[in-house]
Nanobody, 121 residues
């Protein structure tokens, strides 16, 4: 199976920075897009940013120019560098990866367990 494990969440003051990491492991043949979603209490899960295997990125308007997504294909890892954090960025952040477990297998998306990010003074 495939496991995604996030790390790097925590409590930060408004205007501060935080870096999230996500490691994919297990039975992985290849990974295409990786990304981050977030879910605040009472809200639906929403896209934050994605990055393809060749480095093409996509961001939600609310985080453009503040967040940077990157990945290390050799390590099957994706990162989210967050700067100028605002209280409205408070949420559980989830990592997602689109994975094939064999060359013949269909693409399937896998989720991490989530990491809490709290922006508060």
């Amino acid at each position: 199976q495939v496991q995604l494990v996030e790390s790097g969440g925590g409590l930060v003051q408004p205007g501060g920075s935080l870096r999230l990491s996500c490691a994919a492991s297990g039975s992985i043949f290849s990974i295409s897009t990786m990304g981050w979603y977030r879910q605040a209490p009472g809200n639906q899960r929403e896209l934050v940013a994605t990055v393809t295997s060749v480095g093409t990125t996509n961001y939600a308007d609310s985080v453009k120019s503040r967040f940077t997504i990157s990945r290390d294909n050799a390590k099957n890892m994706v990162y989210l560098q967050m700067a100028s954090l605002k209280p409205e960025d408070t949420a559980v952040y989830y990592c997602i990866a689109f994975v094939r477990v064999t060359e013949a297998a269909p693409w399937a998306n896998y989720w991490g367990q989530g990491t809490q990010v709290t922006v508060s003074s």
